[in-house]
């Protein structure tokens, strides 16, 4: 059993700023994000990037690094006393941010990286592996059969949306359906699905006014959890700000998800 999937009547809230700015908008977008999830009873991982290796340019900012990084987390998982997941790019990364995180989390350009999936798997904590932009969603068995060579048997998948020509993305909602049929629990990412990667030239771009839109659809297609990037000021972010949905926005979004949640497990 999946300990962050143990009642199917709740849905897993995943969510927190792209990547990790400082620790006074960490913590705050940590604190308020508990506040409201307790509110509405979903249970939360707070989610933030020590690296964002992957950044469009050179010039991108990637965030304070690994050791930094985990010490702010640290520091926001303790005072606040909540789950935290991050994502690692390399091998040498799962170690450390194993002995703070508590899901370790695939990027999707790096989701069919066998020694990376294998030495998140080899930590002993849960996986949660993004879905490749380029992956179908029935491949995803060859990315669930690789953690659970390796040891890993608390693996979810997240889908966030698959290339659509240039600088687009489109979601197929069967993908939620097919991947929960393979055993495991599917996250939806709302704002990461409606990126425009690279639509920036320099930087990727967003729009985020669709993302309720499609985290609505997840939930009434059979997501187990919901993904998303939020910040207190998506304008002035440092990644990700223009498909991140404002903080002062997110309670009013998850009061509408529990409600098409419970319909579901009601059907």
Known sequence: MHPFFCDKTK??????????????????????????????????????????????????????????????????????????????HSPSQASPAAEVLDIIQIPAFLCRQTDLIRAAAETGKPVNIKKGQFLS??????????????????????????????????????????VRDMGVPVIFDATHSVQLPGGGVTSSSGESRFAPSLAKAAVAAGADGIFIETHPDPANAL?????????????????????????????
């Open 239 to 267: 990644c990700d700000g223009p498909n991140s949905i404002p903080l002062d926005k997110m309670s009013n979004l998850l009061s509408t998800l529990s409600k098409i949640k419970k319909a579901v497990c009601n059907e």
């Open 11 to 88: 849905l897993l809230l995943i969510s927190g700023p792209c990547v990790i700015e400082n620790d006074e908008i960490t913590y705050k977008t940590a604190s308020h994000l508990k506040q409201i999830t307790s509110e509405h009873g979903f249970p939360f991982v707070f989610k933030a990037s020590f690296d964002k290796a992957n950044r469009t340019s050179h010039r991108s900012f990637r965030g304070p690094g690994i050791k930094e990084g985990l010490d702010i987390l640290k520091q926001v998982k303790n005072s606040l006393n909540i789950k935290i997941i991050s994502d690692i």
């Open 137 to 178: 969603p029935w491949e995803c068995q060859n990315l669930i059969d690789k953690a659970r060579q390796f040891g890993c048997n608390q693996v979810s998948i997240t889908e966030r949306g698959t290339t659509f020509g240039y600088n687009n993305l489109v979601v197929d909602f069967r993908s939620i359906e097919i």
